[in-house]
């Protein structure tokens, strides 16, 4: 054979080869049984990356196999267009483009045995884990779960507090990947679920959730659209802009209401013991924005329920005003929506929230606050609040430490 004919053997002479060198042969000898001589085999296996594949297995099908790899180097050998040969080895076209991106030869030639080598070499299992090799790190992580931080809050927080560590800049799939493996523990004296997570997930699955409303505000009131409110709110340049919502309890005969600063992300939980009519929802609206100073009581952005039916009572005895949601759009009170859906981590849906008192309610809301938070560039809203409101005193805000 010429010698500038080493690749211009078959494809199945090829194989041959490769399954004679898997299966332990010398190349010298593998390369005689195939009709090839030494050095084309040589080469062959130098062009392959000069490695062995051994498969102590079957590979799975949802994977491309050294035959799907061969049918696209000589598809693409021919000309043959890349949704053609996908349907032929019954891959899909995507799949194959990823395959002949991320597989090919630094010179941008798609080999197949060079390309099954790469495939394996990122396949091998099994791989160290970061959190089992590394006890410390796993001790901190732990920590921060256990004060009910989420797993990109930490993800973040350890790139700051380490930064000449980068072997601990872990990404938020690491950690959510050893919750869900059990291989992050959380102290006995802290844990209150089977999952550190605060959501309680013990696996993964498709996120959902409702509220029923209770029904549509009076038409007869005077309500004003979130539609009409002024440009400061919208664009969350001031503090004292709040949205607020209940969030209920079982057999809707308890609840909470749940108040959200729109700039600093400040929460305020106001309890409710003596239920949700729109008269103890008054009362208890007036009693904790009164307590406040009016640099904090700008607006109010509610949803139309029968629980704020006496909105202008409320606007009168405290300087806000209020505005609604429109029906069905819980999007117009994101901060507030996010919000209740990490209360109920405290507060879990079918429980009776009326046997929570206030000091209770306002000890949630201090570990709430002092969470750091991406959307505040990871300070805490705490932090937030205090930098916005210096003329304030701290005791007499219930939320600021």
């Known amino acids: 054979m010429p010698r500038w004919a080493w690749?211009?053997?078959?494809?199945?002479?090829?194989?041959?080869?490769?399954?004679?060198?898997?299966?332990?042969?010398?190349?010298?000898?593998?390369?005689?049984?195939?009709?090839?001589?030494?050095?084309?085999?040589?080469?062959?296996?130098?062009?392959a990356g000069s490695m062995t594949v051994v498969e102590e297995k079957p590979i799975s099908s949802r994977y491309l196999s050294q035959d799907?790899?061969?049918?696209?180097?000589?598809?693409?050998?021919?000309?043959?267009?890349?949704?053609?040969?996908?349907?032929?080895?019954?891959?899909?076209?995507?799949?194959?483009?990823k395959e002949i991106a991320r597989n090919r030869r630094p010179g941008g030639r798609y080999q197949p045995w060079y390309a099954h080598n790469q495939a394996f070499t990122r396949r091998r299992r099994p791989k160290p884990r970061v959190l089992e090799t590394d006890p410390k790190l796993a001790?901190?992580?732990?920590?921060?779960?256990?004060?009910?931080?989420?797993?990109?809050?930490?993800?973040?927080?350890?790139?700051?507090?380490?930064?000449?560590?980068?072997?601990?800049?872990?990404?938020?799939?690491t950690i959510y990947e050893a919750i869900y493996?059990?291989?992050?523990?959380?102290?006995?004296?802290?844990?209150?679920?089977?999952?550190?997570?605060?959501?309680?997930?013990?696996?993964?699955h498709q996120r959902g959730r409702g509220r029923s409303k209770d029904g549509a505000l009076r038409q007869h009131t005077a309500m004003r659209s979130i539609h009409d409110r002024p440009a400061a709110v919208e664009?969350?340049?001031?503090?004292?802009h709040w949205e607020g919502d209940l969030i209920i309890g079982a057999g809707q005969r308890s609840a909470i209401a749940t108040l959200v600063d729109r700039k600093t992300r400040t929460t305020m939980l106001v309890a409710l013991p003596d239920g949700h009519s729109a008269t103890v929802v008054a009362d208890a609206l007036v009693e904790t924005f009164s307590a406040l100073p009016p640099h904090l009581r700008r607006t109010l952005t509610w949803d139309q329920g029968n629980e704020l039916f006496q909105h202008?009572?409320?606007?009168?005895?405290?300087?806000?005003?209020?505005?609604?949601?429109?029906?069905?759009?819980?999007?117009q009170r994101p901060s507030n929506e996010n919000t209740n859906g990490l209360l109920r981590q405290y507060f879990p849906k079918g429980t009776d929230l009326s046997v929570h008192t206030q000091e209770h309610l306002d000890t949630v809301a201090v570990e709430l606050n002092d969470r750091p938070r991406a959307c505040l560039n990871d300070r805490t809203p705490a932090q937030l609040m205090r930098t916005s409101t210096r003329r304030a005193k701290t005791s007499s805000i219930r939320f600021v430490r």
């Open 7 to 47: 690749n211009k053997a078959s494809s199945d002479t090829k194989r041959r080869y490769f399954e004679l060198i898997r299966s332990g042969m010398s190349g010298q000898k593998a390369a005689a049984l195939v009709g090839v001589s030494a050095s084309s085999g040589s080469n062959w296996y130098i062009d």
């Open 68 to 97: 799907d790899r061969i049918e696209i180097a000589d598809g693409i050998a021919v000309g043959e267009a890349v949704k053609s040969i996908a349907a032929r080895i019954g891959k899909s076209y995507q799949s194959v483009y």
């Open 139 to 173: 001790r901190i992580v732990a920590c921060q779960l256990a004060q009910k931080w989420s797993p990109g809050q930490i993800s973040r927080w350890l790139r700051r507090r380490y930064p000449h560590l980068p072997a601990w800049w872990i990404c938020p799939e």
């Open 181 to 204: 493996h059990g291989r992050i523990i959380l102290p006995a004296t802290t844990r209150q679920c089977d999952s550190p997570l605060r959501t309680g997930r013990t696996y993964r």
């Open 235 to 240: 664009a969350r340049t001031q503090i004292g």
């Open 312 to 331: 202008e009572r409320i606007e009168q005895s405290t300087g806000l005003r209020i505005y609604f949601a429109d029906p069905h759009s819980p999007w």
